[in-house]
Nanobody, 119 residues
């Protein structure tokens, strides 16, 4: 089992920045990838960014490329999402996830953190 605790959400004006963090604990030795999804009100949860724990491959959804940066601290089992030039369309609950085990077959989710961008 892997437990995830997120932090860093809040209210910011358009053009501002926020940094989300997600700390993993438990069976982190089997971490395959970590990343972020988000869910806007009345919408389905959608992929934002992902990075593999032992590789350099990083993926972003098109709408955040050039504005968001995902990074990790292997020693602290933590992943961050630096969000710059935020837009009202980025308003959502942001969920951290961890894929663990062989080929990341086991999925774990954080409790979510609210990000609200005012215009």
């Amino acid at each position: 089992q892997v437990q995830l605790v997120e932090s860093g959400g809040g209210l910011v004006q358009a053009g501002g920045s926020l940094r989300l963090s997600c700390a993993a604990s438990g069976r982190t030795d089997t971490t395959y990838a970590m990343g972020w999804f988000r869910q806007a009100p009345g919408k389905e949860r959608k992929f934002v960014a992902r990075m593999y724990w032992n590789e350099d491959n990083i993926f972003y959804t098109d709408s955040v490329k050039g504005r968001f940066t995902i990074s990790k601290d292997n020693a602290k089992n933590t992943v961050h999402l630096q969000m710059n030039n935020l837009e009202p369309g980025d308003t959502a609950v942001y969920y951290c996830y961890c894929a663990a085990g062989v080929d990341g077959i086991d999925k774990y989710w954080g409790q979510g953190t609210q990000v609200t961008v005012s215009s």
